[in-house]
């Protein structure tokens, strides 16, 4: 799941993190006009639920800041199936391309 990390802060309570602004991919986001920062990976983690994990919707919450991208709740299961969607797009030049590229043809924003 590398980029990312599932902790549990306390118990019951689970955060899906990645620290942004430190992946690989940094320059090709940039390329693609988007900062990597934590709500483009937002962005990223809304797209990736709305097309290919739609059961995930409402299992979690997202709570970015500039150099961090955090999804939380209770769902452990949850979180992990993203943090697995989101670690092929950390790692992946041509699949960020494509994903920045449809939710740019589908009008959706990825809010950086």
């Known amino acids: 799941m590398l980029p990312l990390r599932l902790i549990e802060p306390t118990p019951g309570e689970y955060s899906l993190l990645l620290e942004a602004g430190t992946t690989r991919l940094d320059d090709v986001i940039e390329d693609l006009g988007h900062e990597p920062n934590g709500y483009f990976w937002e962005g990223v983690a809304q797209v990736l639920v709305g097309t290919e994990a739609p059961a995930l919707e409402g299992r979690f919450s997202y709570g970015p800041e500039g150099d961090m991208f955090c999804a939380y709740g209770k769902d452990h299961g949850g979180l992990e199936e993203l943090g697995i969607l ?27």
Not at 91 to 104: F, G, N, S
């Open 86 to 112: 989101m670690a092929t797009i950390a790692t992946d030049d041509d699949r960020v391309r494509r994903l920045v590229a449809a939710a740019e043809a589908n009008g959706m924003q990825l809010d950086d």
